[in-house]
């Protein structure tokens, strides 16, 4: 059998991919995504959640950062995740399918989360086109929508953190979030791969509308 260079290619990333720490870790420690360490990290490096907290994850398939904030928020905490996939049933966690760019999406979480929640953390990306001024600025659009939501799901106080493709838009959309929020920093996790353009917004302090 022949393969093309592009079958070869993806075949030599999925074998490197199954040999990544990461990958390796989660399956180790029943994480659904390698994903989970960078919440992980990025958790042990600026404090967002605490035991009793609640948190909106958008986006939130497969669910590996739905078991880390379920971890740390404990039975007195709640989690509600939503995404446009199905999400494998977790026990503790209020799972919704739906679209986050929705407008009837909000009324929607409003009543699942029983009002603001004081995280939003946002680990999604735009579908990668292979241009990337174009995959930056769609991503740009999905950290000012997760902040949008804001305005309806979040508490005065409350923390973003939300996934970015670095690129000259960045520092415009820092200036906007430190216009609603106390603090705002970016950070690249050690479980991000390094090749990789993304690194985490962690806004702090949502000063409201």
Not at 41 to 51: G, P, W
Request: some cysteine; aromatic content about 8%; proline content about 3%.
């Amino acid at each position: 059998m022949v393969f093309s260079t592009e079958e070869k290619l993806t075949k030599r990333w999925m074998k490197d991919k199954k040999r990544e720490h990461y990958y390796l870790k989660a399956k180790s420690e029943s994480y659904r995504s390698r994903a989970a360490y960078k919440l992980l990290q990025l958790q042990e490096k600026f404090h967002i959640l605490s035991e009793g907290m609640s948190c909106l994850d958008l986006g939130a398939a497969p669910g590996g950062w739905l078991q880390v904030e379920s971890q740390i928020v404990g039975p007195r905490g709640s989690v509600c995740g939503i995404d446009l996939s199905t999400i494998r049933p977790m026990d503790g966690v209020t799972l919704l399918k739906g679209d986050v760019t929705s407008p009837e999406t909000t009324g929607m979480l409003l009543e699942k989360t029983g009002g603001r929640v004081d995280v939003i953390f946002s680990d999604m990306s735009p579908d990668i086109s292979g241009n990337y001024s174009l995959d930056h600025a769609r991503s740009v659009e999905l950290v000012k929508m997760s902040a949008r939501l804001a305005s309806s799901l979040l508490k005065k106080g409350g923390s973003l953190v939300a996934k970015l493709f670095e690129g000259d838009m960045t520092r415009q959309l820092l200036d906007e979030l430190q216009s609603v929020f106390l603090t705002v920093r970016l950070s690249k996790p050690p479980a991000s791969r390094k090749q990789s353009s993304e690194i985490y917004v962690i806004a702090k302090g949502f000063r409201g509308y």
